[in-house]
């Protein structure tokens, strides 16, 4: 049986629906009814629904941005450390699957344009020498936690969102509100294509350890600007560069732009969308449901 921690959440939500489509029975829980910070109430958890896999969807992003982590420090470690050691412990004493999720925002840059793998040491945080946001210090740490403390875990590295849903979370939807764009080169993870990947790797048995979960072929954001207003999803903004929008926007945290390397997914057997293609498909739906709203 699979177990969701943070099943409410935007990534949760996904999770459910797929389990549901492909018919694999689940349990959610969320921390209004369940206690699992709390190690022993976790592993009661674990007993008594017979849970052999977690999915550790549980988190603190930032409302409504990543900035809301510098200013809430003690809950966002509290969410993406702390529980973490938490649920890794409980894992581990239980001898459960983990499958956490974790981001790509740990990392700034392209490798010399190849991408950083899993092998590469993440380079945005508080120690290293472009400094990283508090929320990707978090996630650098939660990273090393889970490493050095289970090994039948699986760390999946989501990167900017999106899909053919409107919501504040979704990477589309962001863009067509700001009036502010920041051009840079990304690697970015449909959302549904994120979560089957997770799934293949349960399914699979894929060999445990840390996996890039990112469409293939980085993209920059003026290339999804193009494919917002061919479908005319997109009305006035400014493209400015990220010198500017450090100037221009008031932001707490520096933000992250990198190419991730999805290779090692591919080679467990995943046939992962390209960026363009999945970009396409998400976009077409979300100019479906701007046609053709579904009445309440
Ligand atoms: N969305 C992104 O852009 C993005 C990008 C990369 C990685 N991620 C990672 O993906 C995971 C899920 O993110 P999401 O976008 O689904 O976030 P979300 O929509 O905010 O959902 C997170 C869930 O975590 C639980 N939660 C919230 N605050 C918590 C706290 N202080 N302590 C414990 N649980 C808390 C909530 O579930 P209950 O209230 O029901 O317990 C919530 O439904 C996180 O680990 C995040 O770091 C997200």
């Known amino acids: 049986m699979i177990g969701i921690l943070g099943a409410s959440g935007y990534i949760g939500q996904s999770f459910i629906s797929e389990l549901i489509r492909q018919n694999v029975s689940f349990r959610e829980y969320s921390r209004e009814k369940h206690n699992y910070y709390d190690l022993k109430s976790l592993i009661d958890i674990i007993h008594t629904d017979g849970?052999?896999?977690?999915?550790?969807?549980?988190?603190?992003?930032?409302?409504?941005?990543?900035?809301?982590?510098e200013r809430n420090k003690n809950a966002c470690y509290q969410a993406n450390v702390e529980l973490v050691r938490v649920i890794t412990t409980a894992c581990a004493l239980a001898d459960v699957t983990l499958l956490h999720i974790s981001s790509g925002c740990i990392y700034?840059?392209?490798?010399?344009?190849?991408?950083?793998?899993?092998?590469?040491e993440p380079n945005f945080h508080s120690r290293s020498e472009r400094k990283g946001s508090f929320y990707s210090d978090t996630?650098?740490?939660?990273?090393?936690?889970?490493?050095?403390?289970?090994?039948?875990?699986?760390?999946?590295?989501?990167?900017?969102?999106f899909d053919g849903v409107d919501s504040p979370r979704n990477y589309l939807t962001k863009l067509q509100k700001y009036e502010k764009l920041l051009e840079a080169e990304n690697s970015i993870s449909h959302r549904g294509d994120f979560v089957e990947a997770c799934i293949h790797l349960l399914k699979n048995k894929a060999e445990f350890g840390i996996y890039n979960i990112v469409n293939s072929g980085a993209i920059l954001t003026s290339q999804v600007?193009?494919?917002?207003?061919?479908?005319?999803?997109?009305?006035?903004?400014?493209?400015?560069?990220?010198?500017e929008f450090y100037k221009q926007v008031k932001a707490d945290a520096p933000r992250s732009n990198c190419i991730l390397d999805n290779s090692k997914l591919i080679n467990s057997g995943f046939n992962m969308r390209t960026s363009q293609e999945a970009l396409r498909s998400a976009i077409d739906e979300l100019k479906q449901q701007k046609e053709s709203p579904v009445k309440e």
């Open 51 to 69: 849970l052999s896999i977690l999915i550790n969807c549980a988190g603190y992003t930032g409302k409504p941005n990543v900035d809301a982590c």
């Open 108 to 120: 700034t840059g392209d490798n010399d344009g190849k991408g950083f793998t899993e092998e590469h």
């Open 139 to 161: 996630k650098t740490l939660a990273e090393s936690i889970i490493h050095s403390a289970w090994e039948k875990s699986y760390i999946a590295r989501l990167r900017i969102p």
């Open 225 to 243: 600007v193009e494919l917002l207003k061919e479908a005319n999803l997109l009305g006035s903004y400014e493209m400015i560069s990220e010198e």
